[in-house]
Each structure stands twice: as structure tokens, then as C-alpha cells.
């Protein structure tokens, strides 16, 4: 098959096209035809090496966290899929035209959602939906401030919060003020707006996919007894609010979470945005721009 391999750490030209060995389906796997993966943060932090003291590659490496595809083969054990199958999971190892998956990781798609479009949703939708559920583990009535709330992972923490019967205050930079109105937020505030800031007033709790001085800024916004849930870490001043719990996730592969985000998606209920797809083959330049930020999803079809 071919693959986007990684043969040591550096920039996006490191990434190079080719011929592999197909996987096999072991115990309790399903092997995926991919149609697409999608790049994420992770990924280029991954190439780089700066995840790499605490997160080694075992180089050459095949990156990539999101699948979508068909099934190809079913492993033994496997029960409740079949060659032919519409399927999407958070994976390992996607940037590639086939992947062995855990049958327990996958779901499948349901009718109305492109196969390809779905590449979108894997890790962004189970982290934002980890990030309220198990970080923050918000309660009907609370008031959460979501940072970074047009991204991915943001908008997936937002459409969480609200089903979970919160109150939610979507926090962008300004210029993406109208683009969050389409959150569905209770209130949209510019976060890089001192003005704004300022008037934030006391928060049960910040669900924070931003980081550095803008997470640090936010701490202080929560009462004492409140969470401070984040996907980058602690931030640096946390040790100055010892009333608040700091509460970081990695996201954990979840078919049934995925599946009903899956569902919101084909009903038109929820979405990611897109900017582009690309055949494998410019996987260095979709890193580049994904790197640059500020755009919609970058897909990879195989």
C-alpha cells in the first residue's frame, strides 16, 4: 500500500509517499480501506519532535489519528461488521491507504454522511466531548467559558456543554465573533478584547483549548471550588489558584460518543469545517498550512 512515512523528526518535507507493507487484521481488528484521514495539531507536533520526550515515535512512523473508510477484512473474534462496511474511528497510523483498527475503537456511518467528510470528526468531536464530560464534568445550570470555541475541538466542546443543559460563553479572538454566532452559544466574548475580558465575571468552570497567557488569564475567571479543564496541560500559574481542580485529558478512542456525533453531523445539526482535500501525496503542503492555522480541516484522501 501506499503511505506517508516519517523517517526522522523536522518540517513538513520530511513526510515522503510510499510503497509499504499492507497490515493484516489480527485478533479483533478490522482492516480499513481508507478514504480519508485528517491532520491535526498533534500530528505536526509529533513530525517535529517537539512531543518527543514524552512522546517518542518509533521511526519510520506513519502519522495520523483519523479514519474513515470501508472495511476491507474482519480479524477473528470480530463480531458486527462486514467487508463493505462505512466505518470511521480514532485510529493510529491513517495517513495511509489501509489501517487495522480495533473493532471496539470503530463505528459506522450513518446514512447521509459523506465517507470522506467524515475523516473530520474523530479526534477533534472525542476531545471536546472528553473535555466536558470528563474534565469539567459540567452540570446542568453551570456556566462554562470555552476558549478557542471555533475550532474543532472547541465547537465539539460547545455543542457537549449545551446538550448537557449548560451555560455556555463561547470565547474567540474578535474577528471570529460572527463566525461563533453560529455556535449556538449563550454568549460570545473576544477573548483578545480586554474590554470584553474584563467583564467576564466569575465561571464554574473554563474548558480551555487555547493554552499559554490566554489560559493563564482564564484560570483567574474561575471561583474557588471551580475546574479548569484543558488539552494542553495545566497552565503555568496554576499553582497561584490551589481552590480551583485542574483537570487535563488526552482523548480516548469512544465508538458510541463518536457515532452520535456522527449522527448530528448527517442530520445537519453539527458540523466542522473543511477547507480543503488532498490526495496523500501533498501531505507536506497540507502540514504547512495546517501549521499556519486559522482555516478549516485539511483531509487526505487515499
Known amino acids: 500500500m501506499r503511505a506517508v512515512v516519517l523517517h526522522e523528526y523536522g518540517g513538513p518535507e520530511k513526510l515522503k509517499i510510499e510503497d509499504v507493507p499492507d497490515p493484516v487484521a489480527g485478533d479483533g481488528e478490522i482492516l480499513v480501506r481508507v478514504a480519508a484521514a485528517s491532520i491535526n495539531p498533534i500530528d505536526f507536533k509529533l513530525r517535529s519532535g517537539a512531543m518527543q520526550s514524552y512522546w517518542p515515535l518509533q521511526l519510520p ?5 483519523d479514519v474513515s473508510g470501508v472495511v476491507r477484512a474482519v480479524g477473528p ?32 456511518l450513518p446514512e447521509g454522511l459523506d465517507v470522506v467528510i467524515a475523516a473530520a470528526l474523530p479526534l477533534v468531536t472525542l476531545t471536546g466531548e472528553q473535555l466536558i464530560s470528563r474534565a469539567v464534568q459540567i452540570q446542568r ?24 443543559g449548560a451555560i455556555v460563553i463561547a470565547g474567540v479572538r474578535k ?29 464554574d468552570a473554563v474548558a480551555d483549548t487555547v493554552g499559554h497567557e490566554t489560559a493563564e488569564k482564564l484560570l483567574g475567571k474561575v471561583k474557588p471550588g471551580g475546574v479548569f479543564g484543558s488539552v494542553l496541560g495545566p497552565p503555568a500559574n496554576a499553582k497561584m489558584h490551589p481552590t480551583v481542580r485542574i483537570a487535563a485529558i488526552q482523548a480516548k478512542p469512544d465508538a458510541a460518543t463518536l457515532r452520535r456525533f456522527a449522527e448530528e453531523a448527517a442530520a445537519g445539526r453539527f458540523h466542522i469545517p473543511i477547507d480543503r482535500m488532498v490526495p496523500l501525496e501533498e501531505a507536506p503542503a497540507a502540514h504547512r498550512a495546517a501549521e499556519k492555522g486559522g482555516i478549516g480541516k485539511i483531509l487526505l484522501v487515499a
Open 61 to 65: 512512523a506513519i502519522l495520523g489519528r
Open 77 to 108: 473474534g470480530v463480531e458486527g461488521f462486514a467487508p463493505g462496511d462505512r466505518v470511521m474511528a480514532l485510529a493510529n497510523a491513517t495517513y495511509a491507504e489501509l489501517v487495522a483498527v480495533p473493532a471496539a475503537d470503530l463505528t459506522h
Open 175 to 203: 474577528r471570529q465573533k460572527s463566525e461563533a454566532a453560529e455556535l449556538g452559544a449563550d454568549e460570545v466574548i473576544a477573548l483578545d478584547d480586554d474590554d470584553e475580558f474584563a467583564k467576564v465575571g466569575f465561571l
Open 141 to 164: 445550570g453551570q456556566t462554562v467559558l470555552i476558549s478557542g470555541a471555533v475550532g474543532g475541538v472547541g465547537r465539539s466542546a460547545v455543542f457537549t456543554a449545551k446538550a448537557a
